[in-house]
């Protein structure tokens, strides 16, 4: 098992975000006020904004000059965002900042992959909690229909043909359509759910237990549960190579699914493990892929965090 929590995590007020500086900023564009007034205080020699195909904003609510691609697949479109900053290896210096508060988690995942594949092993994250979600535990973050479940580009993993001991994990957020989809998906495998606790907010937690238990036809009545900070990528990637630890000391795990549905930070931790762990393994990140997500599910400012990311 491997700690992750030495790695530097903190809370920003506006003044001392202000007082930051990077060579580099990218955002995904959302209205909501945690996004927008973010990138308004961050202070970069280049600031970018990126616009997801997912969102659909028509050309008079998104901002003028941000990056836009017409590919629908996360590698694609962080490759080429890349390819308009000159490549990756005028980067090699650069002081650079992501805020994935906006972003789509295959394009945040695909984006840390790419970074690390090119020796960017240092830069930071920030995220910034919402005050609230404009539905409570019905928000809905995408539509209804997902037209299919694959892997995350850069986190396909090899394939092990023994399958008598799959394991899929699964940190479950508010959509139990979202967590019933990637539990058909794998459906002979062993199932275990990681919730958000402590939550984001006092109420989240039990709101998000209650949406999954929407999806317990498919989880099944053996599922396991585990648990790991909502705002933590560190803590969620120690409690991922603690379970997968325990998990290979029972019987070996033939095939590992890891599916981060919940939030950014968690799925940034998935991100995370898999880079430190999984690489060259059978192990993939699996994910429900939608053509149309909602562009603000909230409302409100809450805590502003930043990541210290060392791969």
């Not at 995350?152 to 399958?163: I, R, S």
Request: with cysteine.
């Amino acid at each position: 098992m491997i700690d992750y929590t030495y790695q530097y995590r903190s809370i920003l007020t506006p003044d001392e975000l202000l007082a930051q500086n990077w060579d580099i900023f990218v955002s995904a564009y959302n209205p909501c006020d945690r996004v927008r007034n973010v990138f308004g205080l961050v202070n970069a020699v280049r600031k970018d904004w990126i616009i997801h195909n997912e969102y659909h904003f028509s050309e008079n609510d998104a901002p003028l000059n941000a990056f836009k691609c017409g590919s629908e697949s996360e590698d694609e479109f962080i490759l080429q965002y890349f390819e308009s900053l000159g490549g990756v290896g005028t980067l090699s210096a650069a002081r650079i900042c992501i805020d994935v508060t906006g972003f789509m988690r295959p394009h945040m995942l695909f984006l840390i992959r790419y970074l690390f594949e090119n020796g960017i092993k240092r830069f930071d994250v920030l995220y910034t909690e919402p005050g609230h979600y404009s539905a409570r535990d019905n928000t809905k973050f995408s539509s209804d229909d997902v037209d299919v479940v694959r892997q995350v580009a850069g986190y396909e993993g090899v394939t092990n043909f023994v399958k008598d001991n799959d394991v899929l994990i699964v940190n479950a957020g508010y959509e139990d359509r979202r967590v019933a989809e990637v539990a058909d998906e794998k459906e002979k495998a062993k199932k275990i759910v990681i919730y958000g606790l402590p939550s984001l907010k006092a109420d989240m937690y039990q709101q998000n237990v209650l949406r999954t238990r929407a999806a317990h036809d498919s989880l099944g009545d053996t599922h396991l549960k585990a648990y790991a900070p909502a705002n933590d990528p560190f803590a969620t990637a120690t409690v991922l190579s603690m379970l997968i630890e325990e998990e290979n000391k029972r019987q070996p795990v033939s095939n590992l699914f890891l599916s981060p549905l919940a939030t950014k930070p968690q799925a940034l931790g998935f991100g995370l493990y898999y880079l430190a762990e999984a690489v060259g393994r059978a192990t993939s990140i699996i994910y429900p892929f939608s053509a149309t997500y909602q562009a603000d599910a909230s409302s409100g400012m809450g805590r502003i965090w930043m990541y210290s990311i060392e791969l």
